[in-house]
C-alpha cells in the first residue's frame, strides 16, 4: 500500500463512495460493464454474431460470420475483465490469492442461468445475468446472515439450478413452437 500509484489506482477500481455508507466502487464497475455488455449485445453487428455464433456457430458461419474472430474475441474479453476483477480485489484487500475463484465455475454458470440465459445458447442478457449474479449472491449471504447452516448453501444452489434448467428447456420448447 506504499507503491507508487496505488492511492490513485484505489480510488479508481478498489475504494468506495458515498461517505456515510461506503458503497464499494465496485458497483459502479459493475453497472458500468453490464450497461456497456447490454448496449454491444442489442444495438451492435457483433451482439448480433455473438448470438448468432451462441446459437448455432455452423448457422452463423454460413452467413458470414467469423466465428472462430467471435469466439476468440468473447475469451478475451473474458480474460480482460476476470485480470480487471483481479485488480479490484487486490486493491480492496492490499493483497489476493492466486487461487480465488478456481473450481467456481459452476456456480458462475448458475447465476448465468438464474438470469435467464439459455443452457443451449443464442439467448440471454447481461443484465439477466447480472440479476442471476445478485440473487445468487444474496442466497449466498443470506444464508449466513439468516444463521442457518453454510451447507444449506449447496441445497439451495442445486434448487436453482434445477429452477433454471427447468425454465430454460420450458423457454426453448415455447419458442421451438412457435416457429
Given at each position: 500500500?506504499t507503491?507508487?500509484?496505488?492511492?490513485?489506482?484505489n480510488?479508481?477500481?478498489?475504494?468506495?463512495?458515498?461517505s456515510?455508507?461506503?458503497?464499494?466502487?465496485t458497483?459502479l464497475?459493475?453497472l458500468a460493464i453490464?450497461?456497456?455488455?447490454?448496449?454491444?449485445?442489442?444495438?451492435?453487428?457483433l451482439?448480433?454474431?455473438?448470438f448468432?455464433v451462441?446459437?448455432?456457430?455452423?448457422?452463423?458461419?454460413?452467413?458470414?460470420v467469423?466465428?472462430?474472430r467471435?469466439?476468440?474475441?468473447?475469451?478475451?474479453?473474458?480474460?480482460?475483465v476476470?485480470?480487471?476483477t483481479?485488480?479490484?480485489i487486490a486493491?480492496?484487500?492490499?493483497?489476493?490469492?492466486?487461487?480465488?475463484?478456481v473450481?467456481d465455475e459452476f456456480?458462475?454458470?448458475?447465476?448465468?442461468?438464474?438470469?435467464?440465459?439459455?443452457?443451449?445458447?443464442?439467448?440471454?442478457?447481461?443484465v439477466?445475468?447480472?440479476?442471476g449474479?445478485?440473487?445468487?449472491?444474496?442466497?449466498?449471504?443470506?444464508?449466513?446472515?439468516?444463521?442457518?447452516n453454510?451447507?444449506?448453501?449447496q441445497?439451495?444452489?442445486?434448487?436453482?439450478?434445477l429452477?433454471?434448467?427447468l425454465l430454460?428447456?420450458?423457454?426453448?420448447?415455447?419458442?421451438?413452437?412457435?416457429?
Amino acid at each position: 500500500d506504499t507503491a507508487a500509484g496505488y492511492d490513485s489506482a484505489n480510488k479508481i477500481f478498489g475504494g468506495s463512495f458515498w461517505s456515510p455508507h461506503d458503497f464499494r466502487i465496485t458497483v459502479l464497475w459493475w453497472l458500468a460493464i453490464t450497461v456497456l455488455a447490454t448496449w454491444v449485445l442489442s444495438r451492435t453487428r457483433l451482439g448480433n454474431w455473438i448470438f448468432g455464433v451462441g446459437g448455432d456457430a455452423n448457422a452463423a458461419r454460413n452467413v458470414g460470420v467469423p466465428v472462430a474472430r467471435v469466439k476468440v474475441g468473447l475469451f478475451m474479453t473474458t480474460s480482460f475483465v476476470a485480470g480487471l476483477t483481479g485488480i479490484m480485489i487486490a486493491l480492496r484487500l492490499a493483497s489476493t490469492q492466486a487461487g480465488q475463484g478456481v473450481g467456481d465455475e459452476f456456480q458462475y454458470i448458475i447465476a448465468a442461468v438464474v438470469g435467464g440465459c439459455l443452457l443451449t445458447g443464442g439467448y440471454g442478457s447481461a443484465v439477466g445475468a447480472g440479476i442471476g449474479a445478485l440473487i445468487f449472491g444474496m442466497v449466498n449471504q443470506g444464508i449466513v446472515y439468516a444463521g442457518w447452516n453454510p451447507n444449506w448453501f449447496q441445497f439451495f444452489v442445486g434448487a436453482l439450478l434445477l429452477g433454471a434448467i427447468l425454465l430454460n428447456t420450458y423457454i426453448r420448447r415455447r419458442a421451438e413452437a412457435s416457429i
